[in-house]
C-alpha cells in the first residue's frame, strides 16, 4: 500500500481536463481546506441517522471517522470514500429498540457488520461478478425502494395520549418551512451549495424553530466542550436480528455503486478493489457495533464533492476523518445536534424518505429494467406492498417486519419465477 502522495502540478491548480488522482494531492492548505469540504458534504444526512434513532450523533461521528480511515487502509489507499451513516438501518434499529432497547439495536448492527465483511472476504477471493445474478438490478431497486417508503410513516409521525408528537406532527408550521428550504436551496443554488441543501434546510428550519421557542438550549450549555462519546456496548436478541439481514444486501449495492462511480470519474478499473469495499465498511460497521454508532455505507454526497472539485485524492479523506474525529470528541457539538426539534426532523425526512424510494427506481431506470417482463413486474410489485404495509410474520421468537419479509419475497420472487423459465423452456 502507498500512504504518500505525489503533488499534481504545482499543489495550487488543476488545468482544464486534468484531476487529481486517488494518489496525488494539492498543496497541504489546500488539501485540508477539499477535506474539511467533505466533512460538510457528509454532515447533513450522518448526524440525521442518530437523531432519527436515539443514538448518541458524538459515537456515530467517532465511529465514522474511525471507520474512513480503516476503509482507506483496507482498499490500500486507491478508493476515496467517505464512510457515513446509512439510511438503510434506520428502520431495523427502530424496531429493534422499541422491542429489546438500544443494546440490542447495536447487537444488530454489528451482526450487520460480520455478515458484509464477509460477504466482502468472498467477493475478494470469487470477483463480484455473482452479485449481479444473485441481486439483479430489479431486485436491488426494489429492496432500495422498500427500505425508503416503509420509513414513510415515520416522517409523519405519532402522537401519545398527552398530546406530546414527534415527526412532522409535532410542528407542522416548521416542517414546512425547513422542507421548503430544502427544496428550495436545492434549485436556487448549484455547486457545494446545491449538495448540501439537507444541511442548510435543517439549518433554516432549526432558526425558525428556535425562534419559535421549540428548541431546548439548557443541555447545549451544560454540556462540556471536550470528553470522549457516549459508547453502548452490544446486546443480541435473535427475534429482531432477522430484521437487519435485508441491510446487507443494500449495503452491498451501494458499496459496488460507488466503486463503479469512482472508477468512471477516474478512469482507472477499480474492479479488483470492489471486496476489499465490501470487506472494509463491514469491519468500519462492525465496529460502531461494538460502541453504540450507526451503521456505515460508502456515501454518495461526497462523491458530488469529486465531480465538482475534480480532486480525487485519498489525502483529502484522510484530513475528513481527522476533522470527523475532533469533532466527535466534542459533547458540546452532540448537543447541539440532539437538540434539533421533531418539526424540523418531520420536515426534512419527508423528502429524505421518499428519496430513498425514487433511488429504487433510479436504478431500475439506469439499469433500463423491462417492466413488460412479468417476471419483472411481479419482482417488484410485491415487495413494494409487503414494505410499504409493513406485512409482519412472527416465528416463535422471531419476528419479521416489512423490509425483510420485503427483500425475501423479492429474492424468491425473481429467482423462482426465473426457474420455472428455464423449466418451461
Not at 86 to 109: D, E, L, N, R
Not at 266 to 291: E, Q, S, Y
Not at 297 to 326: K, Q
Request: charged share 10%; glycine share 14%; aromatic share 8%.
Amino acid at each position: 500500500m502507498k500512504m504518500g502522495w505525489t503533488v499534481h502540478g504545482d499543489g495550487a491548480r488543476i488545468a482544464p481536463g486534468e484531476a487529481v488522482a486517488p494518489g496525488e494531492r494539492l498543496s497541504w492548505p489546500r488539501t485540508i481546506g477539499i477535506g474539511l469540504q467533505h466533512v460538510v458534504a457528509m454532515f447533513g444526512a450522518t448526524f440525521l441517522v442518530p437523531v432519527l434513532t436515539g443514538f448518541d450523533p458524538a459515537a456515530t461521528l467517532f465511529f465514522s471517522a474511525i471507520g474512513t480511515a480503516g476503509f482507506l487502509l483496507i482498499t490500500g489507499n486507491r478508493l476515496p470514500s467517505y464512510l457515513g451513516s446509512s439510511f438503510a438501518f434506520i428502520a431495523p434499529i427502530g424496531a429493534a429498540t422499541a422491542s429489546g432497547g438500544q443494546s440490542v439495536a447495536v447487537g444488530g448492527i454489528l451482526v450487520t457488520g460480520l455478515l458484509l465483511a464477509a460477504v466482502g472476504a468472498v467477493v475478494h477471493l470469487a470477483g463480484a461478478r455473482w452479485i449481479d445474478a444473485v441481486m439483479p438490478p430489479v431486485v436491488t431497486g426494489v429492496i432500495v425502494a422498500l427500505i425508503g417508503l416503509n420509513l414513510a410513516p415515520a416522517a409523519w409521525g405519532t402522537c401519545d395520549e398527552g398530546g406530546a408528537c414527534s415527526g412532522f406532527q409535532a410542528s407542522p408550521l416548521t416542517a414546512v418551512v425547513t422542507l421548503a428550504s430544502v427544496i428550495l436551496i436545492s434549485v436556487l443554488f448549484k455547486g457545494i451549495l446545491g449538495r448540501l441543501s439537507i444541511l442548510l434546510g435543517v439549518v433554516v428550519g432549526y432558526g425558525f424553530a428556535a425562534a419559535r421557542g421549540e428548541v431546548d438550549l439548557a443541555p447545549i450549555g451544560e454540556a462540556a466542550w471536550f470528553g470522549l462519546p457516549a459508547f453502548t456496548a452490544p446486546s443480541f436478541d435473535p427475534a429482531v436480528l432477522g430484521l437487519f439481514v435485508p441491510v446487507v444486501l443494500v449495503l452491498v449495492a451501494e458499496n459496488v455503486g460507488h466503486v463503479k462511480s469512482v472508477a468512471a470519474m477516474t478512469g482507472k478499473n477499480l474492479d479488483g478493489v470492489t471486496g476489499r469495499a465490501l470487506l472494509a465498511d463491514g469491519i468500519a460497521t462492525t465496529f460502531a457495533g461494538l460502541g453504540g454508532g450507526s451503521g456505515t455505507t460508502t456515501y454518495a454526497e461526497n462523491i458530488g464533492v469529486m465531480a465538482a472539485t475534480r480532486v480525487y485524492s485519498t489525502a483529502a479523506y484522510w484530513v475528513a476523518a481527522a476533522g470527523a474525529l475532533v469533532l466527535s470528541l466534542s459533547p458540546k457539538f452532540g448537543a447541539v445536534i440532539n437538540s434539533v426539534p421533531g418539526g424540523v426532523l418531520g420536515g426534512v425526512t419527508t423528502l429524505l424518505y421518499g428519496m430513498i424510494g425514487i433511488l429504487g427506481a433510479r436504478i431500475w431506470v439506469q439499469n433500463r429494467v423491462d417492466f413488460s417482463d412479468p417476471v419483472n413486474l411481479t419482482t417488484a410489485a410485491v415487495p413494494l406492498v409487503v414494505g410499504i404495509a409493513n406485512y409482519t410474520w412472527a416465528a416463535g421468537d422471531l419476528r419479521f417486519e416489512g423490509i425483510a419479509l420485503g427483500t425475501a419475497s423479492a429474492l424468491v420472487i425473481y429467482h423462482g419465477m426465473r426457474l420455472v423459465e428455464r423449466l418451461r423452456g
